[in-house]
């Protein structure tokens, strides 16, 4: 089969949809298809290049598609020729570079799948679906809905009003971006929570991603816990340095459990490895309240962390922590702690909460750092036990030859869908 996977940014870029994209990439060239991956421009790489997993196309059409949609969106008719010159059998196409490409196949007459990673194209408001007074938003869209939302903003009625007319029209603009992700001939969400959040249900499934099982596995952390200092057992708390990451939560459970746990804080304001070690104010609000809590000793922030430090990092952990605050699409740190064979507590609001039971770990309420320490209490002691257990269910549901199969059945089901549709037109 000949896929064009379309997505924003990719390597040397990395993040999340990277190592997806890749990942799948990777494991259905070696299950014998043709792969293409058509993305934005990166430092000294341009124009089009072959990698073991796909060959690269880079376009200026989708630089920037992240913080502007709309971009892509207006470079459609761009993406249709290069999506043409590729001749897929179907278009894959990921994140804020989906309006454009979308758009793009319907006008090559391409059949398109879209994978949603987040809420980056489901709100005008740019507030991931997390409203000012805390509580989660069900992709409320509409106008009427998105209103009350801005209105309900922390800015002054003086500051908000004249901003009335502006968010009217950006709330216009995204419902329109909702009806065309609803278009494509069928959609993926990286967890149910991702998809239950379409309109259009049909032809719209849930997948969870892949790892390496081979890059996320049990290690020695004995050169970890050096490196930081860490001593006795500890709770590995990694992603963002965020308020929607819900760290300070974290905090508060190992100032409320009985148990003797330090904390360790893997991860740094922007994912930026140019800025490893920022924590930015949240940080620095989580290294003041650990002060006041008497809990200075046991907090350890280590910055931003490659992939073999990571798998250390959660290799050495008695449990990792998840508190999103925010509705979490997936949370790939839940899924690489199992892998690594590392139990977890997770917030129910995060799609990766779908992976975890008693068996492995514990989900708990957001926003609860007392359900956190009670967790901790039984997950803890349990920790070889239960962690043995995440390890097999990551092998049983996130290797990709398994989740590269769902994708790859998602993709053939909309391909010879679309040819049966032309054959009846003929």
């Known amino acids: 089969m000949n896929v064009t996977i379309v997505v924003d940014r990719y390597y040397p870029h990395v993040g999340g949809i990277e190592q997806y994209v890749r990942g799948l990439s990777k494991q259905l060239t070696l ?6 991956v058509i993305t934005g421009p990166a430092p000294d790489a341009t124009g089009a290049e072959v990698t073991p997993e796909a060959a690269v196309i880079r376009t200026p059409v989708l630089e920037d598609a ?29 994140n804020h570079a989906s309006l454009g490409a979308i758009r793009g196949a319907q006008i090559a007459g391409l059949p398109v799948v ?32 998105c209103i009350r939302c801005y209105a309900s903003g922390p800015a002054s009625r003086r500051i908000k009003i004249p901003g009335f007319a502006k968010q009217a029209v950006r709330v ?17 969400g990286v967890s149910q929570l991702a998809a239950d959040m379409f309109r259009e249900q049909r032809n719209t499934f849930a997948i969870h991603p892949g790892l390496d099982l081979d890059e996320y596995r049990t290690v020695d952390a004995t050169g970890f816990r050096e ?51 920022d924590t930015g104010p949240y940080g620095q609000a989580i290294s003041e309240r650990a002060e ?21 990092a959660y290799s050495g952990a008695a449990a ?61 002691p349990a920790s070889e036990r239960l962690g043995a257990e995440a390890r097999r269910r990551a092998e049983a549901r996130l290797s990709w030859p398994g989740v590269a199969r769902q994708v790859l059945h998602v993709l053939e089901s909309v391909s010879t869908r679309s040819a049966e549709v032309a054959m009846v037109a003929a």
């Not at 216009?172 to 993926?188: E, K, P």
């Not at 860490?230 to 100032?255: C, E, F, S, T, W």
């Not at 809590?293 to 922030?301: E, I, P």
């Open 31 to 36: 299950d014998g298809h043709q792969m293409t």
């Open 66 to 94: 992240s913080p502007n949609p709309q971009r892509a969106l207006d470079g459609a008719g761009q993406l249709a020729r290069l999506l043409e010159a590729t001749k897929p059998d179907v278009v894959y196409t990921n």
């Open 114 to 145: 879209y994978g949603c990673h987040g809420w980056g194209l489901m709100c005008p408001s740019r507030i991931r679906l997390l409203k000012h007074n805390g509580e989660l938003c069900e992709a409320e869209t509409g106008l009427r809905a």
């Open 172 to 188: 216009r603009r995204y419902v329109g971006y909702h009806d065309i992700l609803n278009s494509a001939d069928a959609r993926i």
């Open 227 to 277: 490196r930081f200092g860490i001593r006795g057992d500890y709770v590995l708390v990694p992603g963002r340095i965020n308020p929607i990451k819900g760290q300070m939560d974290a905090l508060r459970a190992i100032h409320e459990t009985s148990l003797d746990l330090a904390i360790v804080f893997a991860g740094n304001v922007a994912l930026d490895p140019n800025s490893r070690s």
């Open 292 to 312: 006041q809590l008497g809990l200075s000793g046991l907090v350890v922030f280590t910055g931003m962390l490659s992939q073999p430090e990571m798998a250390q």
């Open 320 to 380: 990792t922590v998840v508190p999103s605050v925010w509705a979490e699409p997936f949370g790939y740190v839940a899924a690489e702690s199992m892998a690594c064979g590392t139990p977890v507590i997770i917030t129910r609001n995060s799609g990766a909460a779908e992976l975890v039971d008693d068996a492995v770990g514990q989900t708990v309420p957001r926003q609860d750092h007392v359900a956190i320490a009670r967790a901790l209490e039984r997950v803890v």
